[in-house]
């Protein structure tokens, strides 16, 4: 028995539950659930990973940087909820110097 109704919603595929009449898309319950530019996420990633700063990925995807504060802490509370305690693999370490005044 086909228990789902499917409809478009700003281009994204979504579904109701004829049962319950929850409505869920490909993004429910991840990161990106409920955000206006998903379109955006890959290369934010990769810009935090590269370590630039909040304001210069801000400017550089033209987003609030208060929209790029939020995005950090959806993927940082992923991470987390993946509960990883141990590095595995190969692991570097540099060093780090701070000039003291």
Excluded at 79 to 95: A, H, M, N, P, T
Aim: aromatic letters at 14%.
């Amino acid at each position: 028995m086909n228990t789902l109704f499917s409809y478009k919603y700003r281009s994204r595929q979504c579904y109701l539950c004829k049962n319950c009449g929850m409505t869920f898309n490909d993004a429910t319950a991840t990161p990106i659930a409920g955000t206006r530019y998903p379109d955006k996420w890959k290369k934010y990633f990769e810009y935090m990973v590269q370590g630039l700063t909040l304001p210069k990925i801000a400017k550089k995807l033209d987003i609030h940087i208060s929209t790029a504060f939020y995005w950090r802490h959806k993927i940082l509370n992923a991470i987390r909820s993946l509960d990883v305690r141990k590095l595995q693999g190969i692991v570097e370490s540099d060093e780090t110097f701070f000039l003291s005044r």
